[in-house]
């Protein structure tokens, strides 16, 4: 007989019974699901199955000078039980990663589910634009997922709720012409989830990974990474939208810009496009830091749920020097293949697009959308001047906005919010929920000309024409950086 060490492991198989006693030793408290692949909406059956069963396999994450196959194949197990007071041992919150939760929520409806067992549920839902463009896997649409978070939102509570528009994507076309970004739905999107009371979205810049060149190369485009002053320069416009919105931009991995202010002057901007002097009002929005997988939040709601438990807060120094986030372990694995097919993301292993190959670990999937990539709206007139700000820490509160969302629906007999309408893309049981605030058409309101205009000028920034796209400066490119591909 083989020893323990030398048996073939892999996910989805039965966990031995010397890898469940090893395992059993030492169970994590947070588990993250995941940063490596969608698992609510591509694999979640494979892995409720491990929930109910207590234990599964999970590949090693990638490792430079490892091949795929033998990542793949260097398992080790991993105890996914509850956490059990009397025991002191078990998992406590479970950190979900989406873009969507269709499947996880149907699952979650079903009163005999696993996921009740779980004490703490994070979500990081990442809501971009509709873009076929880049997202060729991506079936719903912006509104669909904009019904799933207020029905998370209003079931778990704003807190537990992380958005993201993530990341922020400029590209082109190989052959060349002007820059374009991922920004159309931006406005639409913090209008929704500010009217939730969620108070931050979460962002990031695109960056330059092997896999992410190849793949945009693959489709035709070509991957436009931004300098310093010009991510300044996007989030000059951005800010000022969000903080409309009682909401407050954070980025993911970049330290170099937390604490950026919003500009609300033009006597400001001046000053901060020769120095980038941060202002010294406390009242002044900023940009603030991410912290995706935050056991200080999970130990604050597992104790008020009764939990006997105590969370460690030290950083995970297994992610980006930049990373806030505290300690996890991911139970994804690179080497399932996500049907959302995103040219831009790290973990997309595939060479082929989403539409033309379908993965073989997928259970449940959904036919892939072949609709094309809607047009980008019209310019729309420039924003009014700013509010006062509601809901932003450090800052005088005001009423909500006439956009806040109706009062909590009652829970239903069983003790579980009822899900939204039967368009939202969910499954209908009695009761419903109210709609959430109107969507206004998407597209920047941004002026053609005045401040902005100078700004990137100033950064030599290519600025946006009418039609959402961006015409590059004539008389220098030397701000735009194109990283080649590996």
Known sequence: MAAPSDRPRKFGMKVSEEDRALAARNPPLILSCSRRTDVPWA?????LNGF???????????RKGTDQAKRGSDCRAVCVQPWDNRTGKGVVCISWWSKNYKKWIAAYQRPDSILHRYAVHLFNFTVNSDN??????????????LQQVTYLAQTFGP?????????IVH???VLGGPVRDNLKDFETIVRHIGGLGIDYIVFSFCQAYPKSVRNMKAAGLELVTLNRAEECAVLDRLMPIAHRYGVQLRCCGNKGLVGY???QSEEEALISVAKRVVPQQSNVPVIGQS???DARLADKIAREKGLNCSLSQAKDLRQRKDCECTRSTDIGQYTFQCPHGCLYCYANPMKKTARNQQPSQVTDQAPIAMNAMPPPSQFQAAPAPLPPPFGMPGMPGMPMPMNAPPPFPAATPGGYMAPPPAHCGLPVTTGGLPPPPPLPQSGFPIPQMGLPTLLMQAYKFPFQQPGGSYAAPEQSQKGVEIQPGQ
Do not use: H, K, W
């Not at 694999?43 to 892995?47: D, G, V």
């Open 43 to 47: 694999f979640l059956r494979q892995y």
């Open 52 to 62: 109910e069963d207590g234990f599964i396999y999970v590949a090693s994450g990638a």
């Open 132 to 145: 076929l463009e880049i997202e060729p896997g991506m079936e719903t649409n912006l509104q669909e997922r």
């Open 159 to 167: 807190g537990v709720l992380s958005c993201r528009f993530d990341p």
């Open 171 to 173: 590209y082109r076309s």
């Open 261 to 263: 202010p919003i500009i």
């Open 291 to 293: 912290r995706c997988v």
